[in-house]
């Protein structure tokens, strides 16, 4: 069983910057598919940003493209998101979640078999 943990949420003003981490306890019975989610009160949850392992590559909602970056570091088992320019309807839990198989569509929650318990970040105007 594989085990994710996030960290690094908090509460910044509009405009800040938070950085998340998603440590995995272990990448062997995961593909190299990585994804942040967030769900604010009242909404479903969304995917922010994905990431391939193996190669680096990424992508992005529209909502956050140019403000969020998303990366990996494999020897740690880590993927982060830093999170600039932040707004309000940016809030929420933010949840990293990890993929058994490949294939599947990246922002679709059912795409993925692991999911971490979240950290929650807060966006003050």
């Known amino acids: 069983q594989v085990r994710l943990v996030e960290s690094g949420g908090g509460s910044v003003q509009a405009g800040g910057s938070l950085r998340l981490s998603c440590a995995a306890s272990?990448?062997?019975?995961?593909?190299?598919?990585v994804a942040w989610f967030r769900q604010g009160p009242g909404k479903e949850r969304e995917g922010v940003a994905h990431?391939?392992?193996?190669?680096?590559?990424?992508l992005y909602a529209d909502s956050v493209k140019g403000r969020f970056t998303i990366s990996r570091d494999n020897a740690e088992n880590t993927v982060y998101l830093q999170m600039n320019s932040l707004k309000p309807e940016d809030a929420g839990m933010y949840y990293c979640?990890?993929?058994?198989?490949?294939?599947?569509?990246?922002?679709?929650?059912?795409?993925?078999?692991?999911w971490g318990r979240g950290t929650q970040v807060t966006v003050s105007s």
């Open positions: 990431i391939y392992t193996t190669s680096g590559n990424t």
């Open positions: 979640a990890a993929a058994r198989w490949s294939g599947g569509t990246w922002n679709f929650p059912d795409s993925y078999d692991y």
């Open positions: 272990d990448y062997t019975y995961i593909s190299n598919r």
